[in-house]
Nanobody
Framework: DVQLVESGGSSVQVGGSLRLSCAAS????????LAWFRQAPGKEREGVAV???????RYADSVKGRFTISKDNAKNTLYLQMNNLEPEDTAMYYC??????????????????WGQGTQVTVS
């Protein structure tokens, strides 16, 4: 079965940086469509960034220029580099993978597999 395990979440000061990781098993990061989502208390879950083979990369407007999604195919791991963090970035961050790998969507319903999340707190 597909497993996605996030790590790297922490508490960080405003303007700081964090690097989140998503270790995948049962799913090939190189060939797949993967995304980062986040959800703050009382708010809807929102797509942050997505990367897919031959499809490219998309970012939410709120993180463009600050966040970078990437992957290490050898490690079968997805990353989210977050720079210049703002209090509004505080959320539980989730890694997600799509079974339909043609997608490059930031919509929650496009994804079939989810990790348990890692907490990012910016203050």
């Amino acid at each position: 079965d597909v497993q996605l395990v996030e790590s790297g979440g922490s508490s960080v000061q405003v303007g700081g940086s964090l690097r989140l990781s998503c270790a995948a098993s049962g799913y090939t990061v190189n060939a797949g469509c993967l995304a980062w989502f986040r959800q703050a208390p009382g708010k809807e879950r929102e797509g942050v960034a997505v990367i897919a083979s031959y499809r490219g990369i998309r970012y939410a407007d709120s993180v463009k220029g600050r966040f970078t999604i990437s992957k290490d195919n050898a490690k079968n791991t997805l990353y989210l580099q977050m720079n210049n963090l703002e209090p509004e970035d505080t959320a539980m961050y989730y890694c997600a993978a799509a079974s339909q790998t043609w997608s490059l969507s930031l919509a929650q319903n496009a994804y079939n597999y989810w990790g348990q999340g890692t907490q990012v707190t910016v203050s």
